[in-house]
């Protein structure tokens, strides 16, 4: 007679013990990332210290560092140009959520059954195609000079305004792609599961298929994210003072060109935190996907 298997205290049975073999492929593993790391970090220093040769051999580093780096010009410029970035965070924010709203509605007209939807799937079809054909630079002038052409308002718009305007028109035609992938990766059994449970159409998409599509595109929404928060510095084109336009102002007072490296090195703290929590989930899923069962 053989013997029940022993639960713990939550009724559920422990896992095996973990074999000699799995072990020792951890260990190994464990080896041969620290292996990785210090080469990594050795090649690392070597090709720095390659190219820090380099430049300062070069016949006009010196010119090139009292024009680009100098340091008494980067912390001048570094009140303005910060007080611009903080326009640039506004514009962001306000365009992340527009984008979100819009986005998801298009993913969503796109994704109705039924021949009766057609236009409005068309529709949204035509403007996910305009929006995704037109370079980014052209939405900026169409609205931002457009607009204001149209004569709607007596009293002239705000640059960052416009500039949030087509940010986000053109932003939600390459999220709602992105969402409409998502949604139609989830199976088709989980829609007529939760339609069959008496859920309609809106709740069985909102509570059962967009949280699935989610964490499948959470990658490629955030990749969006990050390309967004570069373009939102293009509202300059406009006349909004932000990090580039006072960048702008400040070298054509002094013909030194470090304050550009400035408002860079501020995006690049800006976008940093958001690629490397990218890459962090992306890693993080494929582990997910290609985890098996101890041996």
Do not use: C
């Not at 050795?42 to 580093?61: C, E, H, R, Y």
């Not at 009766?116 to 949204?124: D, E, G, N």
């Not at 986000?168 to 007529?192: C, D, N, T």
């Amino acid at each position: 007679m053989t013997s029940a298997p022993v639960t713990g205290g939550d009724g559920f049975a422990p896992l095996p013990p973990v074999s000699a073999l799995e072990l020792d492929r951890r260990h190994f593993r464990r080896r041969q990332t620290t292996k990785s790391l210090f080469v990594s970090l050795g090649s690392t220093v070597l090709f720095a210290t390659v190219i820090a040769i380099v430049l300062a051999n070069s016949p006009g580093w010196q010119i090139a560092r009292d024009t680009f780096f100098n340091p008494d010009y980067f912390w001048s410029s570094f009140p303005k140009v910060w007080h611009g970035l903080l326009l640039n965070l506004r514009v962001l924010v306000v365009s992340v959520i527009g984008v979100a709203i819009v986005a998801t509605l298009l993913a969503s007209i796109r994704s109705l059954r039924g021949a009766v939807f057609f236009p409005l799937r068309f529709l949204a079809a035509a403007y996910t195609d305009l929006f995704r054909g037109t370079p980014f630079l052209i939405v900026l002038y169409l609205i931002g000079f457009g607009v204001p052409a149209l004569g709607f308002n007596d009293r002239p718009i705000d640059a960052a305004v416009l500039g949030t305007i087509a940010l986000v028109l053109s932003y939600s035609a390459y999220v709602a792609e992105v969402l409409r992938a998502g949604i139609e990766a989830v199976h088709p059994s989980q829609r007529l599961a939760a339609r069959s449970l008496g859920l309609s159409h809106y709740r069985s998409l909102t509570l059962i298929v967009l949280p699935q599509a989610l964490r499948k595109v959470t990658p490629a929404l955030m990749n969006d994210f990050v390309s967004m928060q570069k373009d939102v510095g293009l509202i300059s084109v406009l006349g909004a003072v932000d990090a580039i336009r006072a960048a702008q102002n400040l070298t054509a007072l002094s013909y030194n060109y470090t304050p550009y490296v400035v408002a860079g090195l501020m995006f690049v703290a800006l976008s940093w935190p958001f690629i490397r929590l990218t890459d962090w989930i992306s890693a993080r899923q494929q582990r997910r996907e290609q985890m098996g069962g101890a041996v």
